[in-house]
């Protein structure tokens, strides 16, 4: 009987197998059969550029509607900046710190954008120039004088807005991304003359990011108790990528600098936020880096520090101190800092 049962099971499933094969196979014309989570074709989400009747104020009967005169896109605030002609720019300085990263991480975007022309090394003998079909420029390489002698701010204009024949870069890379790719080719140029900034100083984070911290002076604190606090926040590690709950034996580390400042109330810090890549993480809204230094403040101002002297900054992913290539490096890079300020 069993046995019997079990063959009409199978049966069954034969039938249903061949009958959705045959429904399915009616699809044709505005028919579109039966379709298996009909959710992932036609979304039931809003779409950008999905284009209905009821969308009648908007541009093509879009979802989206386009963006206010002058909008400018996150993070691209600094491209207005920049603006003017090639002869002013060459008074514009490169604002990020050459550190072994930033250098690094513009060797990685020269060789994604640059290298097909411009050669590994700088030399102009990239695929493209070597192919003959594209006019070289019209001096050596990066080792020639014209470019040693060429004042960063013309070079970075020119890689924004193109020049001769080079195309524009503007649009593929965000400013920082193009100061740190100029680093590159200062490297390039000079090479073993090429001097790097020293690592990861506070100096830097306030310099490179003057606009974030605007407002903000450091404050001068004896180098012992910084160190401390250094160390601190080094062992402040959250669980996952994901939670923005720091893990429990954080806590007597943050303690420490919660004592630190109860002892000095002249001092008020920027707690600074960094994560390793740009991650979108479910449910949060926020840069998951704002989120972590600002539970880092919370935390502070229920050991007794007032809200007024904290200030929680998401730095994003934009200031590694190291590679990211390694699970290690990117463990390292994933870190709250604290700046004092006046
Ligand atoms: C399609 C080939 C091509 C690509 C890609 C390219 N360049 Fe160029 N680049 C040129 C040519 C050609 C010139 C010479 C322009 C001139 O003076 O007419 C030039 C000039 C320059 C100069 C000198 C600018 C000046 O003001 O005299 C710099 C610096 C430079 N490129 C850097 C870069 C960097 C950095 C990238 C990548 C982000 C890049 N280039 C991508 C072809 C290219």
Redesign the pocket.
């Known amino acids: 009987m069993k046995q019997i049962q079990n063959h009409i099971g199978k049966l069954n499933g034969l039938i249903i197998i061949g009958a959705t094969a045959l429904v399915g196979c009616t699809a044709g014309g505005n028919n579109p059969g039966i379709e298996y989570a009909p959710n992932m074709y036609v979304s039931e989400a809003y779409e950008a550029y999905t284009q209905t009747k009821e969308m009648r104020y908007n541009p093509h009967g879009m979802t989206m509607r386009t963006p206010v005169e002058g909008a400018v896109a996150m993070g691209q605030l600094a491209y207005s900046e920049y603006e003017e002609g090639y002869a002013e720019s060459a008074a514009w300085t490169n604002p990020v710190a050459a550190t072994e990263a930033n250098v690094a991480e513009g060797g990685r975007?020269?060789d994604i954008?640059?290298q097909?022309?411009?050669g590994k090394k700088g030399k102009n003998d990239g695929g493209?120039i070597k192919s003959g079909k594209?006019?070289?420029?019209?001096w050596d390489g990066y080792q020639s004088d014209q470019?040693k002698n060429?004042p960063d701010g013309?070079?970075f204009?020119?890689?924004t807005f193109g020049?001769?024949?080079?195309?524009a870069?503007g649009n593929v890379?965000t400013p920082e991304e193009r100061w740190k790719?100029?680093h590159y080719?200062r490297k390039l140029s000079l090479g073993d003359a090429f001097v790097y900034a020293p690592e990861g100083t506070a100096d830097d984070l306030v310099q490179v990011k003057g606009k974030t911290f605007e407002g903000f002076e450091l404050a001068e604190v004896a180098q012992a108790d910084l160190d401390m606090v250094n160390a601190a926040m080094k062992h402040v590690k959250f669980a996952d990528l994901k939670y923005k709950k720091f893990k429990d034996e954080s806590a007597i580390h943050l303690d420490k600098v919660a004592t630190y400042m109860n002892q000095h109330p002249e001092l008020k810090a920027v707690v600074a936020g960094h994560i390793a890549s740009d991650v979108k993480v479910p449910g949060l809204t926020e840069n998951l880096s704002t989120v972590r230094a600002k539970t880092v403040c919370a935390y502070l101002e229920e050991k007794g520090i007032s809200a007024d002297r904290l200030t929680a900054k998401g730095m994003g992913s934009e200031m590694p101190i190291t590679s990211n290539d390694t699970k290690e490096g990117k463990e390292t890079n994933r870190r709250v800092e604290i700046y004092f300020v006046k």
């Open positions: 975007l020269y954008n640059c097909h022309c411009h493209v594209y006019p070289p420029p019209p470019i060429l013309q070079a204009h020119s890689i020049k001769g024949n080079m195309g870069h890379l790719v100029l080719v």
